[in-house]
C-alpha cells in the first residue's frame, strides 16, 4: 500500500510558517505519510533545517503569493494562482495529494477548495463542520461557510455531518439534533420548520430540535444550523469562554489553583478546535483549522486527514447524498 | 407626586410565591413605593405573615389560576382571565398599577401584554431586551419573542433598545451593533443587510456589524437581532457558561479558592440576567426575569421598573418610534 500524501498550507495561519512545518514534523514522526510543505520555500527550508527530518518524507513546492485577510477570497483565489492555498488545492486535483490542511483563512480556503475541485455531486453549498469548542462529541455544522440556505442545504449538511463524525471521529449511530429557538417540534424559522420534515424522513438518528444550550451541553452529536447562526454561536462561544477565563484570572490574581484551572480549561474548550475541520462537500478532501493553531494541532489535522482518507469519507459522502 | 405603584407576579417562577414575596419586601423597604401581589392570596399572606411588613404598602390581589410550561401561551392567556400574569396585565390596563413584574413564563407573559395592553402605536413586534448574561453594559434585543420578523421590526428593536438602555439603564448616546456573521458591512443574510442600511440612517449611534465575540467582549450597548438568533445566543451563553464553572468544581474539587471563584462568576453571569427585562413596544411597562430568580432579583426588578417610570420610557419609545 502506497503511504499517504498529504499538502499543508506552510502559509497560513498566524504561526506561519514555523509552527505548521513544526508540525507537519510531528505527524511525519507518528504516521507513516508523505508530505508536502507549500509555501515561501525559502523560509520552508528555513524552518526545516531546524529539526532533525532524517528519514521523514517531506518535500516542499514553491507557493511565493499570499491571500490577506482583508481581500475578497473569491478575487484572489482567482487572481493568485501561485497562493500557497490554492497551490495546495492544486496538488489534491492532479493527484498529487489525498488531502489539504491549512490553518490560513477560512474564506480562501473555501474559495480556492471550490475553485480548484468543485462539489461532490449534488452539492450546492458544502459546509464547514467543527468540533464544538472541545465540549464532547459535539460538531457544529454549517459552522459558518453559508450566509443563506435552503431547506435541502442543511439537510445535505446533516447527512454529511453525520457520516463524517462516524467515520472519522468514530461515532456509532451519531445524534443529530436540528439547532432551533426550542425543543418542541413547531419552533424554529420557516426554514427550519422545513428542515424538521425533511430530517424526520432522512432515515438520520434524528433527535428533534435542541436549543442554545444544546452545544455546551453535547446534547447531539452534529448540530445542524444555516452559516450564518452557525458563526455566531461559534465566535460567542469562544468569546465567552475567553472572557470568562480573563475574568477567572483577574478576580483571583496569583493564585496557583486558578491559573491551572484556567490553563486547563483554556486547553480544553480555546486550542480544541485544533486538529482541524473539513468543508464537506467539496471533491475533494480539505481540512481548516483555527489561524491561531500551533505544531500540536498541526500534527492533529493530520491524524483526521488519515482517518478521513483511510475511512474513505470522500465516497461515503458520495454514496451517502446519492441515497438521500 | 403620589407613589409609584407596581404588580407583582406572585406566581411566576421556580421560587414563588415565597421569594417572589420577599423579593417584593425588600423592594418595598428600600423604595417609597406601592405593591400589588398578585396570586394564590392565601399562598401570599402566609409568606408576608412570616416578614416584618409594618408601614410597608403592600396589598394582595387574589388571582387563582397559573399557565403551565407546556400550555400554548396564547390560548392559556385567552382562557384563563384568573391567571396571576393575566390580573397584573389587567392592572396596569385599567390604570391601578403603571408596571408589571414577572419571573414566570416568558411566553404567557408576552401574551397577556399583548393580549390585555396592546401595541404602542406603529409597533408590529415588541422585542424583549435583556442584559447579556451580566457582561458589562451589554443589552440584546430581541432575545426571543419573535422568530420571524422585518427589517422595520428589527429597526424599532434598535430604536427602543437604544431609549431604554440610555432612560433606564442610563447609558449615555449607546453604541448600537447588529448582530451578525461578519464586521464588514457587506456580511450577513439578506434581512440583516436590509437593517444595516435602515440603521445608518437612523440617528442611533450606530456602529455597524458586530460578530459574536462582541456579546462577552461588551462591544456595543445594544446588540440587535431577531428573536431566533437571540434565543440561541442567549440560551447558548447561559449554558456556556455553566457548563464551565460545572467543569471548573469538577476538575478541582475542595478548592476553597477555585470554589468562591465558581460561585463569584456564577453570580454575576447566571444570576445577573435577574432584575427583569421588559419588553419593549407594549402599551404599558412589563418586566420579565428569569424563572430562577430570587428576593434580591425581584427587588432588583422593581429598582427596574422605578427607573422605566420615572425616566418616562413608554413615552420616550413613543415619541422615538414616531420620529423614525
Known amino acids: 500500500m502506497s503511504r499517504i500524501r498529504l499538502a499543508i498550507d506552510a502559509s497560513g495561519g498566524d504561526y506561519a ?7 507537519a514534523i510531528l505527524g511525519a514522526r507518528q504516521y507513516p505519510i508523505e508530505l508536502t510543505l507549500v509555501g515561501q520555500s525559502e523560509q520552508i527550508e528555513a524552518c526545516l533545517s531546524r529539526h532533525a527530518v532524517d528519514g521523514l518524507a517531506i518535500d516542499i513546492v514553491d507557493a511565493p503569493e499570499t491571500i490577506e485577510l482583508d481581500e475578497d477570497p473569491v478575487l484572489a483565489v482567482r487572481k493568485k494562482k501561485d497562493a500557497s492555498i490554492v497551490v495546495c488545492c492544486e496538488l489534491v486535483h492532479e493527484d498529487r495529494a489525498e488531502a489539504v490542511i491549512s490553518m490560513g483563512h477560512a474564506g480562501a480556503g473555501l474559495a480556492a477548495a471550490l475553485f480548484t475541485l468543485g462539489r461532490l455531486p449534488g452539492v450546492d453549498r458544502p459546509g464547514l463542520i467543527v468540533p464544538y469548542l472541545g465540549f464532547r462529541d459535539t ?22 455531518g453525520s457520516l463524517y463524525v462516524e467515520r472519522v471521529i468514530g461515532i ?8 432551533s429557538n426550542g425543543s418542541a417540534p413547531n419552533t424554529g424559522n420557516a426554514i427550519g420548520q422545513q428542515v424538521y420534515a425533511l430530517l424526520q424522513v432522512s432515515g438520520l438518528n434524528f433527535i428533534g430540535n435542541v436549543e442554545g444550550f444544546a452545544l455546551p451541553q453535547s446534547a447531539a452529536n452534529v448540530i445542524v444550523t444555516d452559516g450564518f447562526t452557525g458563526d455566531i454561536a461559534l465566535k460567542l462561544g ?24 484556567v490553563d486547563r480549561l483554556q486547553e480544553q474548550h480555546i486550542y480544541a478546535r ?34 478521513a482518507v483511510e475511512g474513505g469519507l470522500l465516497n461515503a459522502l458520495r454514496d451517502g447524498l446519492k441515497a438521500a
Chains 1, 2 share one sequence.
Open 17 to 23: 510558517p514555523d509552527e505548521i512545518t513544526a508540525g
Open 139 to 160: 460538531y457544529l455544522i454549517d459552522a459558518g461557510a453559508n450566509t443563506e440556505v435552503l431547506p435541502q442545504n442543511m439537510l445535505q449538511f446533516a447527512i454529511m
Open 172 to 179: 456509532t449511530n451519531p445524534l443529530i439534533g436540528l439547532l
Open 238 to 261: 469562544e468569546g465567552l469562554v475567553t472572557e470568562l477565563l480573563k475574568q477567572a484570572e483577574e478576580t483571583a490574581p496569583n493564585n496557583e489553583s486558578v491559573a491551572a484551572l
Open 274 to 307: 485544533s486538529g482541524a475541520a473539513p468543508v464537506l462537500g467539496i471533491n475533494g478532501l480539505i481540512f481548516i483549522g483555527h489561524s491561531r493553531s500551533k505544531a500540536p494541532a498541526v500534527a492533529g489535522a493530520i491524524g483526521n486527514a488519515i482517518r
